[in-house]
């Protein structure tokens, strides 16, 4: 079954802790995105990859680090600079060196404890 | 830089009601604009978007767009809500192949839509 897998659903982070959010695609897409959603906000960038082994800072990229070693993968490890990281975070995939459109994943609730 | 404003923050219609959902944006060249929709701790789901051509866009579920390039909008339409239509609406708009915007959509906050039966 295609699609975009992330996990967990749910997430609880203690004060001072790394967290590591999971997005998984078999889109065979180039181009991986994590977005924030606060509530009254909208989405917000936090990082793209358009290729592996090269990804990009977004618009609120401070607190957050990726990766992208495989094609299918795009790790959003929330460190402990992120003072407020309680969002619900969201991955998508896309296809095309433009705006094409975006895939996205079912998301992350993460909360802190 | 690209801005997307949604002026209403939550609109309530009544069952087979019309529907038009607003979006003003700002961006410099010919913008790839998108309409979203999100129900409860889901995912982004693409309702239609606009790349060029035509200016009246058919989405999924019955939805439609137009592109008014002298008002800078793009607003959502339907001529009669179900209330499965009831969900958070997100307009996008994104950058123009080739001018190095790459893939990053700018998304408006959002307007949360009621349905009353």
């Known amino acids: 079954d295609g699609g975009i897998t992330q996990s967990p659903k749910y997430l609880f982070r203690k004060e001072g802790q790394n967290v590591t959010l999971s997005c998984e695609q078999n889109l065979n897409h180039d181009a991986m995105y994590w977005y924030r959603q606060d509530p009254g906000q909208g989405l917000r960038l936090i990082y793209y990859?358009?290729?592996?082994?090269?990804?990009q800072k977004g618009d609120i990229a401070e607190g957050y680090s990726v990766s992208r070693e495989k094609k299918e993968s795009f790790p959003l490890t929330v460190t402990s600079a992120q003072k407020n990281p309680t969002a619900f975070y969201l991955c998508a995939t896309g296809q095309g060196a433009g705006a094409e459109k975006l895939f996205f994943g079912s998301g992350t609730q993460l909360s802190v404890l | 830089a690209q801005s997307v404003t949604q002026p209403d923050i939550h609109i309530t219609v009544s069952e087979g009601a019309s529907l038009e959902l607003r979006c003003n944006y700002s961006y410099g060249a010919t913008p790839y604009l998108f309409w979203y929709v999100q129900s409860p701790g889901q995912g982004l789901q693409l309702l239609l978007k606009?790349?060029?051509?035509?200016?009246l866009v058919q989405g999924i579920k019955g939805f439609e767009a137009e592109f008014k390039r002298s008002q800078s909008s793009f607003n959502l339409r339907k001529p009669s809500v179900h209330w499965s239509d009831a969900a958070e609406y997100f307009c996008?708009?994104?950058?123009?192949?080739?001018?190095?915007?790459?893939?990053?959509?700018?998304f408006g906050t959002g307007t949360q839509l009621k349905v009353e039966l």
């Open positions: 990859s358009q290729i592996v082994n090269d990804f």
């Open positions: 996008a708009v994104g950058a123009l192949r080739g001018t190095g915007g790459g893939n990053k959509l700018t």
């Open positions: 606009y790349f060029s051509g035509d200016t």
